[in-house]
């Protein structure tokens, strides 16, 4: 569940970016753009369960965010793809703010429950 968290997250900032840009909001433009992204977002993945993290902490999610850009951004330096600093930071900011932000959310109203409903 969280794995498609962090997947939506993606596609919305994709989209997002696609559409301030004016490049088109269409299935194989999205994916083009997406692609990069996702993989680093399943390298992160791995790597939590790789170090027996379950990944739903905001400290996983900030692990899984680095890992989701920097696998990202040198995929598209190979598919020749722009990689403005300016994009590594609203990168950073979008996808680090909402992969982090979901799940102290969650994290929060889970204690909070706990302390409520035990």
């Avoid at 909001?25 to 993989?39: K, Q, R």
Wanted: with cysteine.
């Amino acid at each position: 569940m969280c794995l498609v968290a962090d997947l939506i997250i993606v596609l919305v900032f994709v989209v997002i970016g696609r559409a301030t840009h004016d490049h088109g909001v269409y299935v194989l433009g999205v994916l083009s753009t997406a692609w990069p992204f996702a993989t680093g977002l399943t390298v992160g993945w791995l790597a939590m369960r790789a170090t027996g993290q379950l990944g739903t902490s905001p400290r996983d999610g900030g692990i899984i965010c680095l890992i989701t850009v920097a696998v990202g951004m040198m995929l598209r330096v190979v598919a020749g793809q722009g990689t403005a600093f300016a994009f590594v930071l609203v990168a950073l900011g979008f996808l680090g703010a909402s992969m982090i932000g979901w799940r102290a959310l969650v994290n929060t109203m889970r204690r909070f429950l706990a302390r409520r409903w035990p």
